[in-house]
Nanobody, 124 residues
Framework: QVQLVESGGGLVQPGGSLRLSCEAS????????VGWFRQAPGKEREFVAH???????YYADSVKGRFTVSRGNVRNIVYLQMNTLKIEDTAVYYC??????????????????WGQGTQVTVSS
């Protein structure tokens, strides 16, 4: 049974940094692409970042240059490094994995497995 667990969320001031982790059990990420999404209160879940099995990465325009997605040295962890955080980055952040085609990486419906989410709050 595949399970994903996110960690690393918390409260941070604007301009600060956080690193989120997504750890898989029951599988490794070797054969899966991994996406990060977020959902703020009253809003739809939105795409944040994606890393392919080749380690090629893709980002939403709103986070490009500030966030970095990477694979860990162990095969079942993916990270989301978030720098220069803004108040509008406040949301629950989710990781998901699947065998997604490139044209669909921003569509949450194509991912097989999801974590339970971790809260990120950016506030002064």
């Amino acid at each position: 049974q595949v399970q994903l667990v996110e960690s690393g969320g918390g409260l941070v001031q604007p301009g600060g940094s956080l690193r989120l982790s997504c750890e898989a059990s029951g599988t490794t990420f070797n054969d899966y692409s991994v996406g990060w999404f977020r959902q703020a209160p009253g809003k739809e879940r939105e795409f944040v970042a994606h890393i392919r099995t080749t380690s090629q990465t893709y980002y939403a325009d709103s986070v490009k240059g500030r966030f970095t997605v990477s694979r860990g040295n162990v095969r079942n962890i993916v990270y989301l490094q978030m720098n220069t955080l803004k108040i509008e980055d406040t949301a629950v952040y989710y990781c998901a994995c699947g065998r997604t085609i490139l044209s669909a990486i921003r569509n949450p419906d194509v991912y097989y497995y999801w974590g339970q989410g971790t809260q990120v709050t950016v506030s002064s």
